[in-house]
């Protein structure tokens, strides 16, 4: 895995590279591609999020994101990140490492999706492997932590693969397509061996 710093934009995480795959910070030019896929996806990511709000896909709503993610990365409370495919630039789906803390914490939490056609295909288990290295040795965190709907088998088998160990039930833990839902909650420390 490899870190490319910018140092022109503070509010840009790096780019991180994988195996096949590339992660970047969102960028306007991004909202095309974005909700292409996440308009042909909707079917298939409804089970798994909050519910979208009405204008969720449009230029305007898109322009709000990056401000807040920028914000988000020049605060050091979150860290968005497209995945791309790295043979032809493809947009694959995204992860966000959020509610970073520091203190006596030094944690974050892990989310991720793929568009549909991309699902099940790897590329989201290799964007979470160059993820990880750069929580502990980029952002010095001790606990890097993720939760899923138990139901959901290809979002804990990326987590079993990545190294993560399951740590039980979180009751009501996120409101995911409008009702509260019990998750699974995962995580990998600084010091677990790296798969």
Known sequence: MAFLRSMSKPDMAPLIL???????TPQLPDHGAWADLRSRSRDFLTPWEPIWPADDLTRTAFRRRIRRY???IREDHAYPFF??????????????LSGVQRGVQQSCTL?????EVFAGRGYVTAAVRALVPYVFEELKLHRLQAACLPEN?????????????????ARG??????????HVVYAILRDDPRQ
Do not use: M, P
């Not at 994988?18 to 970047?24: A, D, E, I, M, P």
């Not at 989310?111 to 568009?115: C, F, L, N, S």
């Not at 290809?154 to 993560?164: D, P, Q």
């Open 18 to 24: 994988g195996h096949g795959v590339y992660l970047r």
């Open 173 to 182: 833990y996120l409101r995911i397509n409008g009702a509260w839902r019990d």
């Open 83 to 96: 995945i791309f495919r790295e043979e032809d630039d493809v947009l694959l789906g995204g992860c966000t």
């Open 111 to 115: 989310g991720y999706w793929a568009g």
């Open 153 to 169: 088998e290809r979002s804990r088998a990326v987590l079993r693969k990545c190294g993560f160990t399951e740590e039980g039930i």
């Open 70 to 72: 920028q914000r988000e």
